[in-house]
T-cell receptor
């Protein structure tokens, strides 16, 4: 079945850039998402990219998509301590049996920002 | 616009009991999806409801069920609770259109003793 892989941990110094990587297997993915989860909270949608795009920038966030390699990355510029959280990559693939799209999530990357 | 709300936020049950969790989607959203989040398995899709019909179902036993009401509010039920059912249960709502965004609630933390 579809699979989404992420590294589990990333540690960066405050002010540096963070790059979180993700690979996925479903070639029918239409949208790819990045969610942020802070302790004790639900998931907050950070940004998303349509599968026919290569790059999307939104303030400090840059998403790069390499559709050929099925590789997605999230770059956070000028990382702050408030960015410490778990970041989930998710792909929206079509479930032909159900006739609808379904999100498949990676296991999340825990970002720790060192002051 | 109010976000997705889930009740209760925390729940403690014992093995063998059953539990019902509630989710109120964002106004106007017709699709509600449920996910189970555990440290070991991550986020796993339970099911999706759209216009009161189950549209999609994940790979969970029949003890897990759900429903959606005409106002799009949804409930999920877990019967005969097991220790392994301890998890954060997340609900997400969306307009239900192709490729649209899902907005998540804060979750219900279920602990089974």
């Amino acid at each position: 079945g579809e699979d989404v892989e992420q590294s589990l941990f990333l540690s960066v110094r405050e002010g540096d850039s963070s790059v979180i990587n993700c690979t996925y297997t479903d070639s029918s993915s239409t949208y790819l998402y990045w969610y942020k989860q802070e302790p004790g909270a639900g998931l907050q949608l950070l940004t998303y990219i349509f599968s026919n795009m290569d790059m999307k920038q939104d303030q400090r966030l840059t998403v790069l998509l390499n559709k050929k390699d099925k590789h997605l990355s999230l770059r956070i510029a000028d990382t702050q301590t408030g960015d410490s959280a778990i970041y989930f990559c998710a792909e929206s693939g079509f479930n032909s049996g159900a006739g609808s799209y379904q999100l498949t999530f990676g296991k999340g990357t825990k970002l720790s920002v060192i002051p | 616009k109010a976000g997705v709300t889930q009740t209760p936020r925390y729940l403690i049950k014992t093995r063998g009991q059953q539990v019902t969790l509630s989710c109120s989607p964002i106004s106007g959203h017709r699709s509600v999806s449920w996910y189970q989040q555990t440290p070991g398995q991550g986020l796993q899709f339970l099911f999706e409801y759209f216009s009161e019909t189950q549209r999609n179902k994940g790979n969970f036993p029949g003890r897990f069920s759900g429903r959606q009401f005409s106002n799009s509010r949804s409930e999920m039920n877990v019967s005969t609770l097991e220790l392994g059912d301890s998890a954060l249960y997340l609900c997400a709502s969306s307009l239900g259109l192709v490729g649209n965004e899902q907005f998540f609630g804060p979750g219900t933390r279920l602990t089974v003793l």
